[in-house]
C-alpha cells in the first residue's frame, strides 16, 4: 500500500486530541491544556505546531443530561505541517473514554431521525452531538450551534479549515463536517474544507449516507478492514458507512494485516489510531516514536 503520509498526520492529531483528554487537570471534567513541543507522549498537537482558540464540549451522558466534557478542539497551525499550512485550522475530535460515553455508542444501535436528512442516524451519536458547543479555553462563552461558531472566528481571520476525528470522534465529525459546509458555504471567497474520518462507527442507514454524499461535497474515511468498531452498528439493523465515489468521496479500507499493522491483531490494536498512522505511512518519525515508548 503507497504511503498516505497526509492522511496519517490527522490520524495522529486525532490521537492527540484523545490524549489530551488524559492529561486534563481535573479528570473527566477538567478544561485541555495544549502540551508544549517537547511533549514526549503526542505527535503533532502541540504549541510547536497549533495555537488553541478554543474547545468543543458536550455531555457525556446525553439521555440523562450527564458531564459537561471536553470532547476536541479548534486548533490554528503556526508551524506548517503537511497538508496545513500557517494560518490553517483544525478542529479534532476525540474518541470515547468514560463508561457513560459507552452508553452513548451502545445506544447508537438506536435510530432516530436527524432534522433534515433523509434517512435515519445512530441515536447514540446523534444525541451527542446535539449536545456539542464551543467554549474558550476555560470552559465559558458558550456558544452553539457550534458549526456556526467556527465559521464566525474564520471569516475573521480565514483560513482552510481541515476536521478529523477518529472512532466516536469520527462519528461526530461526519455530523460537525455537514453544518460546518453549510456555514463556511456562506463565507466569500470561498473556504477550502476538508473533513477526514478515521475507524468510524455508522453514522446512518443507506437513505441517509446516500443524502449525505449528495450534499457533503468532499469527505475522506478511512477504515481497517479488521477493525471491529467500522462494523458498528450493524449492517443487519440498517447501518451503512460512507459512500465512495470520485476524488472527493474517498472511503479507503486498509487491506487485513497491512504493512505496519499493530502485533497481535488484537481488538486494541486494530483499532489503534497509532497503528492506523503507521500502516497509512510507515515512514512517520512521530508513529514511530510514540509507538516505541508505547512498547509496540
Same mark, same amino acid.
Given at each position: 500500500?503507497?504511503?498516505?503520509?497526509?492522511?496519517?498526520?490527522?490520524?495522529?492529531?486525532?490521537?492527540?486530541?484523545?490524549?489530551?483528554?488524559? /492529561? &486534563?487537570?481535573?479528570?473527566?471534567?477538567?478544561? $485541555?491544556?495544549?502540551?508544549?513541543? #517537547? =511533549?514526549?507522549?503526542? %505527535?503533532?498537537?502541540?504549541?510547536?505546531?497549533?495555537?488553541?482558540?478554543?474547545?468543543?464540549?458536550?455531555?457525556?451522558?446525553?439521555?440523562?443530561?450527564?458531564?459537561?466534557?471536553?470532547?476536541?478542539?479548534?486548533?490554528?497551525?503556526?508551524?506548517?505541517?503537511?497538508?496545513?499550512?500557517?494560518?490553517?485550522?483544525?478542529?479534532?475530535?476525540?474518541?470515547?473514554?468514560t463508561s457513560d460515553e459507552w452508553q452513548n455508542d451502545v445506544m447508537a444501535v438506536c435510530k432516530t431521525?436527524?432534522?433534515?436528512?433523509?434517512?435515519?442516524?445512530?441515536?447514540?451519536?446523534?444525541?451527542?452531538?446535539?449536545?456539542?458547543?464551543?467554549? /474558550? &479555553?476555560?470552559?465559558?462563552?458558550?456558544?452553539? $450551534?457550534?458549526?456556526?461558531?467556527? #465559521? =464566525?472566528?474564520?471569516? %475573521?481571520?480565514?483560513?482552510?479549515?481541515?476536521?478529523?476525528?477518529?472512532?466516536?470522534?469520527?462519528?461526530?465529525?461526519?455530523?460537525?463536517?455537514?453544518?460546518?459546509?453549510?456555514?463556511?458555504?456562506?463565507?466569500?471567497?470561498?473556504?477550502?474544507?476538508?473533513?477526514?474520518?478515521?475507524?468510524?462507527?455508522?453514522?446512518?442507514?443507506?437513505?441517509?449516507?446516500?443524502?449525505?454524499?449528495?450534499?457533503?461535497?468532499?469527505?475522506?474515511?478511512?477504515?481497517?478492514?479488521?477493525?471491529?468498531?467500522?462494523?458498528?452498528?450493524?449492517?443487519?439493523?440498517?447501518?451503512?458507512?460512507?459512500?465512495?465515489?470520485?476524488?472527493?468521496?474517498?472511503?479507503?479500507?486498509?487491506?487485513?494485516?497491512?504493512?505496519?499493522?499493530?502485533?497481535p491483531p488484537t481488538v486494541p490494536n486494530n483499532h489503534s489510531p497509532l497503528g492506523y498512522a503507521r500502516?497509512?505511512?510507515?515512514?512517520?518519525?512521530?508513529?514511530?516514536?510514540?509507538?516505541?515508548?508505547?512498547?509496540?
Amino acid at each position: 500500500m503507497p504511503p498516505y503520509d497526509e492522511y496519517a498526520v490527522m490520524v495522529l492529531c486525532a490521537a492527540d486530541v484523545d490524549t489530551i483528554w488524559h /492529561d &486534563l487537570p481535573a479528570p473527566n471534567t477538567g478544561n $485541555p491544556r495544549l502540551p508544549g513541543p #517537547a =511533549a514526549h507522549r503526542y %505527535a503533532y498537537v502541540t504549541t510547536e505546531y497549533f495555537t488553541a482558540l478554543a474547545q468543543l464540549r458536550c455531555d457525556d451522558q446525553f439521555v440523562s443530561k450527564g458531564e459537561n466534557v471536553y470532547y476536541g478542539l479548534v486548533l490554528r497551525c503556526i508551524r506548517a505541517l503537511k497538508p496545513l499550512n500557517v494560518g490553517d485550522y483544525l478542529v479534532a475530535l476525540r474518541g470515547t473514554m468514560t463508561s457513560d460515553e459507552w452508553q452513548n455508542d451502545v445506544m447508537a444501535v438506536c435510530k432516530t431521525s436527524a432534522a433534515g436528512w433523509h434517512g435515519q442516524v445512530g441515536d447514540g451519536f446523534w444525541g451527542v452531538y446535539q449536545t456539542m458547543t464551543l467554549n /474558550d &479555553l476555560n470552559g465559558g462563552d458558550e456558544r452553539s $450551534p457550534p458549526a456556526a461558531a467556527i #465559521a =464566525a472566528m474564520v471569516r %475573521a481571520e480565514r483560513g482552510n479549515v481541515y476536521l478529523a476525528g477518529h472512532s466516536l470522534g469520527a462519528a461526530l465529525a461526519t455530523y460537525l463536517a455537514a453544518d460546518l459546509q453549510r456555514t463556511l458555504a456562506a463565507i466569500a471567497p470561498p473556504i477550502t474544507f476538508y473533513p477526514y474520518f478515521f475507524a468510524s462507527p455508522m453514522t446512518g442507514t443507506q437513505d441517509f449516507v446516500d443524502d449525505y454524499q449528495s450534499r457533503v461535497s468532499f469527505y475522506t474515511l478511512v477504515n481497517y478492514a479488521i477493525d471491529l468498531v467500522p462494523a458498528v452498528p450493524p449492517q443487519l439493523l440498517g447501518f451503512r458507512s460512507l459512500n465512495g465515489g470520485g476524488p472527493t468521496h474517498d472511503v479507503h479500507v486498509i487491506p487485513r494485516l497491512a504493512p505496519g499493522a499493530l502485533m497481535p491483531p488484537t481488538v486494541p490494536n486494530n483499532h489503534s489510531p497509532l497503528g492506523y498512522a503507521r500502516m497509512l505511512d510507515p515512514a512517520n518519525p512521530a508513529a514511530q516514536t510514540l509507538l516505541r515508548a508505547a512498547g509496540l
